[in-house]
């Protein structure tokens, strides 16, 4: 028997691992000097122009405040590529798709110089699509789109438009049903794209797969087999520069709202018909309209924190109310767990546990099914507590994969049960040393007109529905133990509470 070590086996189930290249069109860049887009947009369209996967018309125009030249962009967009992506060599094919314009969102002037621009890139052989991204702060969403609107650019005749929109959408309810109305003047609900990335991680889409391509876990995917579910998106980094962006919106607004409702709706959904946008989208919402009909339980349901000074990754780091810009006194939580039920057939009776905080233990984000132990436990323990329970965890971030637990035997005269896990890794399974860039395969969905990973009108409204009396009641009452987790740590003990008074733990970070 030889020693080395097999390579898994990747069967083609008869999917291209190839899409297909867009149309020709041009990609403009609203915010094009700010964080999003240097740290994630133009690394993820280089990524795809490196595979062959923007068409060869297609351009890039960003649009910023600043003074830059062409050339002076170009260098800027080059230096956060070289940081974030291999294989320099085609830089320079890149690097001709690129241009600038100065422009202020809401001098109407800029957009003339904008559709001055396009038609000069529609003669270059770029055509007449034309996809928006609005990399800027939330409050110019609807004063672009109504620029956009009054240049003529929304809408053409030989061509579409498309306009991705990123979160936060709205602070509440109220003022994202606002938002949708400004957007909706001027552009159809199948012209936007609401992005939340962390749909285009592979993880995320494989959770999927694995239900609905595994026949032997989807008649287990219910309230008879599985005991409660845990979803957690722990951040070791602060808050860095963007005080004054959080203390507007804290930590409800900025990830529960979106990223965990998102994973809640990806594990609890029923199978939709088929992998599209309706019907996917469909399923997406139903989830969380069965959230609303039992609201959370503010004062036993959901627990807030915020953090102080201590120890992460061996530095020393300061508290909430010591980063620079935030109020002495500053009340925002910057940690928040909560419990929720669904009132439909599937999940009766069992809860989702999400929780989510800055400056913890370290970085991860996974959802971990918890089945339930055995209803006859025949090898002997010493009490129920103690017996093995599988779990199955969908792991998004550090490392890519899904990891099964079961009870096995271990080697010896004894009969004794330890628990072994099962591993599936993306960077063993397929030979890539790292998943590829969530915004690569979300921006190449828009050009190709693939609404499923993005987020519909309807699934944002309810999401607010769910989140807004959270926020609501955590404004109106003032928190009297702030800071009550230090830096470094798993969170607040009351989220500790939380899962003990149903006879149940955290996961370690």
């Known amino acids: ?142 004063t672009i789109a109504m620029r956009l609107g009054e240049a003529g650019l929304a809408h053409d005749d030989d061509g579409w438009r498309r306009l991705i929109v990123e979160k936060p959408f709205g602070r509440d309810r109220e003022t994202a049903l606002a938002l949708d109305r400004q957007l909706r003047e001027v552009f159809g609900e199948s012209q936007i794209y609401r992005v939340d990335h962390f749909l285009g991680k592979e993880t995320v889409q494989n959770m999927l797969v694995f239900r609905f391509a595994n026949p032997a876990f989807e008649p287990i995917w219910n309230r008879n087999f599985i005991d409660h579910v845990q979803i957690t998106v722990a951040e070791s980094i602060g808050i860095g520069t963007r005080a004054a962006f959080y203390e507007q919106t804290g930590v409800v607004r900025d990830m529960i709202q979106n990223h965990l409702l998102q994973l809640l709706c990806m594990t609890a959904m029923e199978p939709p018909i088929r992998f599209g946008a309706d019907a996917l989208r469909d399923e997406t919402v139903k989830v969380l309209e069965a959230a609303t009909i039992s609201p959370i339980d503010v004062e036993r349901d959901a627990v807030r924190g915020q953090y102080d000074r201590g120890t992460v990754s061996g530095e020393e780091v300061v508290g909430y109310r010591g980063e620079k810009g935030v109020p002495a006194d500053s009340n925002v939580s910057t940690y928040a767990a909560v419990k929720l039920t669904l009132d439909n057939w599937r999940w009766a009776g069992v809860p989702f546990y999400m929780r989510t905080g800055k400056r913890m233990t370290r970085g991860l984000t996974e959802v971990a099914i918890h089945f339930k132990r055995t209803p006859h436990y025949m090898f002997g323990t010493r009490s129920r507590e103690s017996m093995h329970q599988s779990v199955l965890v969908f792991e998004l971030q550090p490392d890519e994969g899904i990891v099964q637990t079961l009870a096995a035997k271990q080697p010896g005269p004894n009969l004794t049960v330890r628990t072994v896990r099962m591993e599936f890794r993306y960077a063993e399974a397929f030979g890539i040393e790292e998943p590829p860039s969530s915004y690569a395969w979300l921006l190449l969905d828009a050009m190709q007109g693939d609404q499923t990973l993005f987020a519909r009108a309807d699934w944002v409204d309810a999401a607010w529905r769910i989140v807004d009396p959270l926020i609501a009641h955590w404004s109106n009452t003032r928190p009297t133990d702030f800071p009550n987790y230090a830096a470094g740590s798993a969170g607040p003990a009351a989220a500790d509470e939380l899962l003990a008074r149903d006879g149940r733990k955290w996961r370690p970070l």
């Open 1 to 142: 028997m030889s020693d080395t070590p097999s390579t898994p086996v990747v069967a083609d189930l008869g999917v291209s691992d190839s899409p297909p290249t867009p149309d020709p069109c041009t990609i403009v860049i609203f915010g094009a000097s700010g964080d999003l887009a240097r740290r994630e947009l133009f690394p993820a369209l280089f990524d795809l122009h490196r595979q062959g996967l923007l068409p060869d018309g297609c351009r890039i125009v960003g649009v910023a405040r600043e003074p830059w030249k062409m050339e002076d962009f170009r260098t800027h967009v080059m230096r956060k590529v070289r940081q974030s992506v291999e294989h320099e060599e085609a830089w320079p094919g890149f690097a001709k798709r690129v241009r600038f314009i100065r422009g202020d969102a809401d001098t109407a002037e800029d957009y003339t110089s904008l559709a001055a621009t396009l038609r000069e890139l529609e003669a270059d052989g770029a055509g007449r699509n034309v996809l928006f991204h609005l990399a800027v702060p939330p409050a110019l969403f609807g």
